[in-house]
Structures are given as C-alpha cells and as structure tokens.
C-alpha cells in the first residue's frame, strides 16, 4: 500500500491494520463505553520481556477511540490531541483488557478514561482529550 491510498474500515467500530497486528479484539462498544482486549505476544515485548508500554498504550487510546465512535455519528473525524497513561504493574503473560468511556465535554472536546487490566490486577490508567472535526471543514 503506498502512502497516499485509502483503505476502508469493514465497519465503523472495528479495528485498523495497526490494532489489528497488535493482536486488539473488540469485546463490546456501545452508549460510550468500549471494551478490548490484547494478548501478550513476545512481539509486543520490551527488552526484559515485559509487554511494551506502547502497546499498552495503543490499547487504551483504541479502547477509547471505540467507546467515542459509539456516541458519534458514523463517519466523524476525531483525534486523540492529549494523552496521559499511569503504570501500576508490567505485564510478561495472558491478555490485557481496556475498559475504556468517553465523556462528552460539548460538540467538539471529549475526555477519555480506560483502565487496563491483566486478569484482576490493574495494570495502568489511561486520560485522553480528543477534538472533533468541526462538519464541512478541511
């Protein structure tokens, strides 16, 4: 794929070829709220054998992402502008789960909350600011 060819999404909750090659499934998105999950894989492996913090992070920003395009028209264009992850334990095995909302801060500003699990320990905590694409703008 060159750089400047459109791919299209089979659906507006699903997930990108990135999310995807992480290994990310969607386990529920609806009324602002989105679950996902991400199995440890040794790809996704820092230097000691730890699950990478940035997939970690991609995780939580998608679960995120999810739960906003539950509350959005289908088709709108937002972005992740600001973004925050707290750690509290590694991961070296099993699956991690995002529990991810989205709370609306007016048309165009909505926080993002996610915390990630592996089993029953929490493994961080995710904050994110998103905007909107304002309609009929470049």
Known sequence: MNSGQQ?????????????EYLGMQIEESGDGRAVLSMPFKVKLAQGVGLMHGGAITSLADTAV??????ILPEGSDFVTVDLHLKFFAAVH???VRAVARAIPQDERKIVGEAEI????TKVAEFNAFFIVKRRGTT
């Open 93 to 95: 095995e099993g699956t």
């Open 117 to 120: 699990f592996n089993g029953e």
């Open 7 to 19: 791919f299209q999404l089979p659906g507006w909750i699903s997930c990108a070829p990135f999310e």
């Open 65 to 70: 992402a999810m739960a906003i395009k539950s």
